[in-house]
Nanobody, 125 residues
Framework: QVQLVESGGGLVQPGGSLRLACAAS????????MGWFRQAPGKEREFVVA????????RYADSVKGRFTISRDNAKNTVYLQMNSLIPEDTDVYYC??????????????????WGQGTQVTVSS
């Protein structure tokens, strides 16, 4: 079992930045990749970005390319999401996710077996 805890959300003005962190515990050796999804009330969970745990390869949603950067610290079992040039459309609850299997589509929420509790990001003046 893997447990995930997100932190770093908050209120920021348009154009500002936030840095989210997700700390993993438990059977972290089983993690194949980790990623971030976001979800607005009444909407489907949306893929943001993912990173493989060993090779560090990444995949970004088109909506965040050039603005968001994912990174990892394997020694700390932690993944980060640096969010720059934030716009109001980025306002969502952001969820950290982890997958243990190579099977499944990277952008599909069902591929990920482990989820954090979510952290609120609000972009508003």
């Amino acid at each position: 079992q893997v447990q995930l805890v997100e932190s770093g959300g908050g209120l920021v003005q348009p154009g500002g930045s936030l840095r989210l962190a997700c700390a993993a515990s438990g059977r972290t050796s089983s993690i194949y990749a980790m990623g971030w999804f976001r979800q607005a009330p009444g909407k489907e969970r949306e893929f943001v970005v993912a990173i493989s745990w060993s090779g560090g390869s990444t995949r970004y949603a088109d909506s965040v390319k050039g603005r968001f950067t994912i990174s990892r610290d394997n020694a700390k079992n932690t993944v980060y999401l640096q969010m720059n040039s934030l716009i109001p459309e980025d306002t969502d609850v952001y969820y950290c996710a982890a997958r243990a299997s190579v099977l499944g589509q990277t952008r599909a929420a069902g591929t990920y077996a482990y989820w954090g509790q979510g952290t609120q990001v609000t972009v508003s003046s």
